[in-house]
T-cell receptor, first 115, second 112 residues
């Protein structure tokens, strides 16, 4: 059973471009979380999705950021018109069901650098 | 609003020493607390998960304790090794969607 996959692992964008980050959860997992880790800081919750539904996006910036988890395919975190402050590591985690007793399984992260 | 704090931010000790990392949280209404390890430029490895009803968990040389009422957890590492060098992150599960709330981490360096 492959773990959580994220790609690309590293992404370089110039200011104003779009960044698309992909996350494939573990097989059988229908719950996906995205977290952002700014340099020298802890992780911050961004969004929680189930298949075809955004359940909680309270941690997402109001503008330029969007997320989806379609019925088929990976979850996508999209950042439009990137700025230097978007440079961070973005981690995706998945879990099989909504249970607090389950740990979330993390992908290796995508490191975004905005020039 | 739940906040998680980790002290110290950085720690450097000689190989072989026992050490304790600290984590505190402001709201005791948590489902569980986890300790993770993060190596530079790498992902996250879950080390220990303590349910809110539990007091401690052990895995090899690692022991984590939880005192929910006082909002504190400790991670004890016995007989430290250079391979233990990493950043250790503490996170609590809270909220209706069980998202993780994270501390900023303790960067640990074990000197050979």
């Amino acid at each position: 059973n492959a773990g959580v996959m994220q790609n690309p692992r590293h992404l370089v964008r110039r200011r104003g471009q779009e960044a698309r980050l992909r996350c494939s959860p573990m097989k059988g997992h229908s719950h996906v979380y995205w977290y952002r880790q700014l340099p020298e800081e802890g992780l911050k919750f961004m969004v929680y999705l189930q298949k075809e539904n955004i359940i909680d996006e309270s941690g997402m910036p109001k503008e330029r950021f969007s997320a989806e988890f379609p019925k088929e395919g990976p979850s996508i975190l999209r950042i439009q018109q990137v700025v230097r402050g978007d440079s961070a590591a973005y981690f995706c985690a998945s879990s099989p069901e909504l249970r607090y007793s389950e740990t979330q399984y993390f992908g290796p992260g995508t490191r975004l650098l905005v020039l | 609003k739940q906040e998680v704090t980790q002290i110290p931010a950085a720690l450097s000790v000689p190989e072989g020493e026992n050490l304790v990392l600290n984590c505190s949280f402001t709201d005791s209404a948590i489902y569980n607390l986890q300790w993770f390890r993060q190596d530079p430029g790498k992902g996250l490895t879950s080390l220990l998960l303590i349910q809110s009803s539990q007091r401690e968990q052990t895995s090899g040389r690692l022991n984590a304790s939880l005192d929910k009422s006082s909002g504190r957890s400790t991670l004890y590492i016995a007989a430290s090794q250079p391979g233990d060098s990493a950043t250790y992150l503490c996170a609590v599960t809270s909220g209706s969607n069980y998202q993780l709330i994270w501390g900023a981490g303790t960067k640990l360096i074990i000197k050979p």
